[in-house]
Each structure stands twice: as structure tokens, then as C-alpha cells.
């Protein structure tokens, strides 16, 4: 007698692949259909709902992880509640990052606009009789040692505007609302909801100071890095994929001297006689006591100025822009134009007193440190 096979139901199926761990979850087409996206939506937590913006903008759960201080572990469980909250599955988790599914895709753009709609709602609640505040994050050498000297004659011209100056060399959340305007090196990632426009060019070579230079010698080619010591900034944004190209090599071991995440830092080795390292040209106009080295090696770098949406018709924010955008012009200051510009060529602008008031005791001074 041949035996049959019993039919398995959709229950049994179900059940099954629920108790397979390597199985996808399951998510009932009824339960889908039974309520509509909006009122599956309201079960969501905010908190829920921004991390999940958060993770998606971040591109990947490892990335999200470090910009929200969050554990990985924590994401998924969180992850996993909206998804069990929607009844379907928002993102699939590859090695490329986390690609978004159609349902994720539509509720992303639900959180960008909620995003949007707390920070036009906090802006309304601080009133009208009140000062407004313009919040800056700029990369640490140039809020430092550019726009920091600046900063007051903008304010002194416009009494009734407080100015917060973040400087830090990792990226600021300009979408999420952690400042107004973020001045950066490198393009907000992609599906970030902000205002991107370009300030001008960055220009970096080789510096050193005389001090350095009179003990180990002027260097004629990256050939002659093994003789010298060299300085080097690791931090967020630095294109530290460009070593090789400083270095004329891939091989940098036992090259670099000194090593530091800090810009000031950085500046600060060079100018007191640490070694080599890559500066701005505008270094010159910070401080003569470091020395452009002409050894055919030039690197350039855009400036970015990404704005909140939210914030750009503030007239506050519209005048911390229009001030932005007369610090960083290639017309006033050479080593912002898009063409490479030599410091010995732009040194009748670094004699004038307009730019020596800017700096005037604030790297040189270290000579009495030295003494």
C-alpha cells in the first residue's frame, strides 16, 4: 500500500518557517491589507522612526552606529520593531550597506518630512523678542585659524546675532538639525535633504620651518622623504586615502614622525621644527615661520557650504551666508581660487595690514616659547 503525503496548510508553513532561523521572516499579506500605511505608521515611536532616519542617511549599520552612539545590536532590535510594527521588512542588510525596500523607501521620506516639521516648529517657539542664533560647524583648521579671526568684525557688524563656531574635524548632522550651516570638505552623503553649494578651492603643499630646514636640509623631491621627518593629520575629512601620494609610496612605514587628529596641532609641529607636513597656502598668512617647499606636489580640495533647508530663509542664517561667502572669495584671497596660486605670488595681499590684524600674535608669538 503506497502512502500519501499529508498536505501541509499555510499554518503549518508559516510555523516552520518562523522556527528556521536562516529563514526570511514572514509577514502576513492579511495583516498588511487589514490597516491601512497611515494607521500602521502611528504605532511607530519617533525616537524609533529618527534612528531609523538616522541609520539610513548613515548608509549602514556600522556608520550608524557611530553617528548615533548607538550599538549595533540596539539598531537591529530597534530596526526590527518598526518592521514588526509595518508588518513588512523597511531594508535588506548587505555588505554594500543597507538597501532601502520600496516600504523603506516611502518611510524614509515620512521621516525626513517629520524631521523637517520639529525643526520649523522649534524655530517658531523661540519667539520673536528673542536673539537668534546662527550655528556654524566648520573643519578645525579653517574655523580656527581663518574664520575664528573674522568672526569679529561679523559680529561687531551685526550686534543683535549670537554665533555659535563648532570647530571639528568630524562632520556635523546638518539634516538632523545639529547646526544651520556646516562648512566641509567633502559632499554630504547621498539622500541627505540639504542645501549643497561650493565656497572655493582649498590649495595644500609641503611646509616646513626654517628652524627644520637649517638641521635636516631642503628636500628637491618626495624621493628625499626617508631623510626627513614628516607630520601628518588623521582625522574626518583629511583624505587620508592621498598618503600615498604625499609619500610617493604605499610603503609608509617608519616615514612618519608624528601623527595627530588635531589641526592646531598639526600647524603647530610643523612651525615649531617637528618635520614636513601638508598645510594650506594660506599657512603663510597665518604664519611666516613655516615655508611653502617647491617640490611639484600639490593638493586641492573644495570648499562646501551645506545648509538646513529649514534654516535658509532666516535672516540671520542669510547673513552668516553672505559673510561666509566674502571669507572664502577667490577675489579677495588668492589661495581660495580654483587655480593654483603660489604663496610667494600672493605676498603684497599678506603685507597688508587688513590680513596681518587677522593674525597678528597668533602663531609667531610662539617664539617666546621657544626663548
Same mark, same amino acid.
Given at each position: 500500500?503506497?502512502?500519501?503525503?499529508?498536505?501541509?496548510? /499555510? $499554518?503549518?508553513?508559516?510555523?516552520?518557517?518562523?522556527?528556521?532561523?536562516?529563514?526570511?521572516?514572514?509577514?502576513? /499579506? &492579511?495583516?498588511?491589507?487589514?490597516?491601512?500605511?497611515? =494607521?500602521?505608521?502611528?504605532?511607530?515611536?519617533?525616537?524609533?522612526?529618527?534612528?531609523?532616519?538616522?541609520?539610513?542617511? $548613515?548608509?549602514?549599520?556600522?556608520?550608524?552606529?557611530?553617528?548615533?552612539?548607538?550599538?549595533?545590536?540596539?539598531?537591529?532590535?530597534?530596526?526590527?520593531?518598526?518592521?514588526?510594527?509595518?508588518?513588512?521588512?523597511?531594508?535588506?542588510? =548587505?555588505? &554594500?550597506?543597507?538597501? @532601502?525596500?520600496?516600504?523603506?523607501?516611502?518611510?524614509?521620506?515620512?521621516?525626513?518630512?517629520?524631521?523637517?516639521?520639529?525643526?520649523?516648529?522649534?524655530?517658531?517657539?523661540?519667539?520673536?523678542?528673542?536673539?537668534?542664533?546662527?550655528?556654524?560647524?566648520?573643519?578645525?583648521?579653517?574655523?580656527?585659524? *581663518?574664520?575664528?579671526?573674522?568672526?569679529?568684525?561679523?559680529?561687531?557688524?551685526?550686534?543683535?546675532?549670537? %554665533?555659535?563656531?563648532?570647530?571639528?574635524?568630524?562632520?556635523?548632522?546638518?539634516?538632523?538639525?545639529?547646526?544651520?550651516? +556646516?562648512?566641509?570638505?567633502?559632499?554630504?552623503?547621498?539622500?541627505?535633504?540639504?542645501?549643497?553649494?561650493?565656497?572655493?578651492? !582649498?590649495? !595644500?603643499?609641503?611646509?616646513?620651518?626654517?628652524?627644520?630646514?637649517?638641521?635636516?636640509?631642503?628636500?628637491?623631491?618626495?624621493? =628625499?622623504?626617508?631623510?626627513?621627518?614628516? %607630520? *601628518?593629520?588623521?582625522?574626518?575629512?583629511? +583624505?587620508?586615502?592621498?598618503?600615498?601620494?604625499?609619500?610617493?609610496?604605499?610603503?609608509?612605514?617608519?616615514?612618519?614622525?608624528?601623527?595627530?587628529?588635531?589641526?592646531?596641532?598639526?600647524?603647530?609641529?610643523?612651525?615649531?621644527?617637528?618635520?614636513?607636513?601638508?598645510?594650506?597656502?594660506?599657512?603663510?598668512? %597665518?604664519?611666516?615661520?613655516?615655508?611653502? !617647499?617647491?617640490?611639484?606636489?600639490?593638493?586641492?580640495?573644495?570648499?562646501?557650504?551645506?545648509?538646513?533647508?529649514?534654516?535658509?530663509?532666516?535672516?540671520?542664517?542669510?547673513?552668516? @551666508?553672505?559673510?561666509?561667502?566674502?571669507?572664502?572669495?577667490?577675489?579677495?584671497?588668492?589661495?581660495?581660487?580654483?587655480?593654483?596660486?603660489?604663496?610667494?605670488?600672493?605676498?603684497?595681499? @599678506?603685507?597688508?595690514?587688513?590680513?596681518?590684524?587677522?593674525?597678528?600674535?597668533?602663531? =609667531? $608669538?610662539?617664539?617666546?616659547?621657544?626663548?
Amino acid at each position: 500500500m503506497t502512502s500519501r503525503k499529508k498536505p501541509i496548510d /499555510a $499554518a503549518s508553513r508559516t510555523r516552520a518557517l518562523s522556527a528556521n532561523p536562516a529563514a526570511p521572516p514572514v509577514r502576513s /499579506a &492579511a495583516r498588511r491589507s487589514a490597516t491601512s500605511f497611515q =494607521d500602521r505608521l502611528r504605532r511607530i515611536d519617533w525616537q524609533d522612526l529618527e534612528l531609523f532616519l538616522d541609520i539610513a542617511e $548613515a548608509g549602514s549599520l556600522r556608520a550608524g552606529a557611530a553617528k548615533t552612539g548607538h550599538a549595533v545590536g540596539t539598531i537591529r532590535r530597534r530596526l526590527a520593531r518598526i518592521e514588526d510594527k509595518l508588518g513588512d521588512i523597511i531594508a535588506h542588510r =548587505d555588505p &554594500a550597506g543597507l538597501q @532601502l525596500t520600496s516600504l523603506g523607501d516611502r518611510l524614509l521620506k515620512v521621516a525626513r518630512e517629520m524631521r523637517r516639521s520639529r525643526q520649523f516648529l522649534e524655530q517658531e517657539q523661540t519667539g520673536t523678542g528673542t536673539r537668534d542664533c546662527v550655528r556654524i560647524a566648520v573643519t578645525e583648521g579653517l574655523g580656527t585659524y *581663518w574664520l575664528m579671526p573674522r568672526l569679529v568684525d561679523f559680529q561687531n557688524a551685526n550686534p543683535e546675532i549670537d %554665533v555659535v563656531l563648532h570647530c571639528d574635524m568630524q562632520r556635523s548632522d546638518v539634516a538632523g538639525g545639529e547646526c544651520d550651516i +556646516a562648512i566641509q570638505l567633502e559632499h554630504p552623503s547621498e539622500g541627505h535633504t540639504t542645501i549643497c553649494r561650493r565656497l572655493g578651492c !582649498l590649495h !595644500l603643499m609641503p611646509f616646513a620651518s626654517e628652524r627644520y630646514l637649517s638641521d635636516a636640509g631642503m628636500p628637491r623631491s618626495v624621493d =628625499d622623504w626617508p631623510r626627513h621627518r614628516l %607630520v *601628518w593629520q588623521e582625522a574626518d575629512q583629511v +583624505a587620508s586615502h592621498l598618503l600615498p601620494y604625499f609619500l610617493g609610496t604605499t610603503d609608509i612605514d617608519g616615514l612618519i614622525g608624528i601623527r595627530t587628529n588635531s589641526s592646531s596641532a598639526h600647524f603647530r609641529a610643523i612651525a615649531s621644527g617637528g618635520g614636513i607636513g601638508i598645510l594650506p597656502t594660506y599657512a603663510r598668512a %597665518v604664519s611666516r615661520r613655516v615655508k611653502p !617647499l617647491d617640490i611639484n606636489l600639490q593638493l586641492r580640495r573644495e570648499i562646501l557650504c551645506v545648509i538646513n533647508p529649514a534654516r535658509e530663509a532666516v535672516p540671520e542664517v542669510r547673513l552668516a @551666508l553672505a559673510w561666509l561667502q566674502q571669507c572664502f572669495s577667490g577675489e579677495l584671497y588668492p589661495w581660495f581660487r580654483d587655480q593654483f596660486v603660489h604663496p610667494s605670488d600672493f605676498e603684497d595681499i @599678506l603685507s597688508s595690514q587688513k590680513v596681518i590684524s587677522l593674525f597678528e600674535g597668533f602663531i =609667531d $608669538a610662539l617664539n617666546a616659547d621657544e626663548n
